[in-house]
C-alpha cells in the first residue's frame, strides 16, 4: 500500500507572494491530507526540527482541524497528540 502521511508541516515563510507559503494546504485537504503551516516568525524556514518544536501554528487545513490543529498552537503538541492517537 502507499504510503500516506497523517500530518504534514511547511512554514509558511511569511505568506510569501500570493500566499505561497500555504497553497499546497487545500491541496492536500481535498486528497484527506492533514497539513499545516508554523509562522515563519516562530521557526526557521527549511529547518524541520525548528518547525517542530519551536513552530507556533498559523494556517491550517480542515482535515487538519480534525485532529486538533488550532491556529497559534503548539506544532509539538500536535505532533504528540497525533501519534498518541495512533498508538
Do not use: C, W
Not at 13 to 39: T, W
Not at 55 to 74: E, M, P, W
Amino acid at each position: 500500500a502507499p504510503f500516506r502521511p497523517r500530518l504534514l508541516m511547511f512554514n509558511d515563510a511569511g505568506f510569501g507572494a500570493d500566499r505561497g507559503g500555504v497553497l499546497a494546504l487545500s491541496a492536500l485537504d481535498k486528497e484527506g491530507i492533514a497539513a499545516l503551516a508554523v509562522a515563519a516568525h516562530s521557526a526557521r524556514i527549511g529547518d524541520g526540527r525548528s518547525t517542530l518544536q519551536d513552530g507556533t501554528i498559523s494556517a491550517i487545513n480542515d482535515t487538519a482541524y480534525q485532529l486538533g490543529a488550532r491556529i497559534d498552537g503548539s506544532a509539538l503538541a500536535l505532533a504528540r497528540a497525533v501519534a498518541e492517537k495512533a498508538h
